[in-house]
């Protein structure tokens, strides 16, 4: 059985929203896309590396899952890129149809934490999110994630989307299993959350 393993750029006040670009996701009236370029980092791309050598497919969203399709695929040759156009795609949606344009693109129906905890049971390989507030707060309240690879900027943006709502959270003690910190000053920790 895989793991869920959950890879995101974090502000100090928890905002995950749109770290890569500019015009990234823009709801909510979101004006502060790209945040995360400032503190980019050779060690990033080793933790990156790392989750992407072994057994792994990509778990996405549709937000997710569409962006990465529109952008990928169009990139200059190069490992990550590659990487992605090779692995297997697994779309939790409940409003894309197939076919899906992307290669090795499933589409996982219906309700999105049935569809994963089922998808665990089926597969060997680890379910890798990049991202995905939607999807891995859909996640979260069944216990579907298994670890959380946090890459906290020492940035506060004061508003967007976080990784952790403010409401419907329960007291949870996550175990630190890894951290590092990069030159930039990005703390890179993986979180392992409780099992109940």
Not at 56 to 77: C, I, M, V
Not at 97 to 114: I, R, V
Not at 173 to 180: E, G, K, P, V
């Amino acid at each position: 059985m895989g793991k869920v393993i959950v890879i995101v750029h974090l502000t100090l006040d928890g905002v995950m929203q749109a770290p890569g670009h500019p015009d990234e996701d823009p709801r909510d009236g979101f004006q502060h896309g790209g945040w995360a370029n400032r503190g980019q980092d050779p060690a990033m791309q080793e933790v990156m590396g790392a989750h992407m050598s072994s057994a792994w497919s990509l778990l996405a969203g549709r937000t997710t899952y569409e962006r990465f399709a529109d952008y990928w695929p169009k990139q200059e040759p190069n490992p990550f890129t590659e990487a992605l156009n090779r692995v297997q795609k697994y779309v939790a949606s409940t409003t894309l149809t197939e076919p899906l344009p992307w290669q090795n693109s499933t589409l996982l129906k219906g309700d999105a934490a049935d569809a994963v905890a089922r998808l665990k049971e089926e597969v060997e390989e680890n379910l890798v999110v990049f991202g995905g507030g939607v999807l891995v707060r859909s996640l979260m309240p069944r216990d579907l994630v298994d670890e959380y690879v946090l890459l906290t900027h020492p940035l506060v943006l004061g508003s967007g989307r976080r990784l952790f709502p403010d409401s419907g959270s329960t007291l949870s003690t996550f175990h630190l299993a890894d951290s590092t910190t990069t030159d930039t000053g990005v703390i890179i920790t993986t979180y392992q959350p409780p099992k109940t």
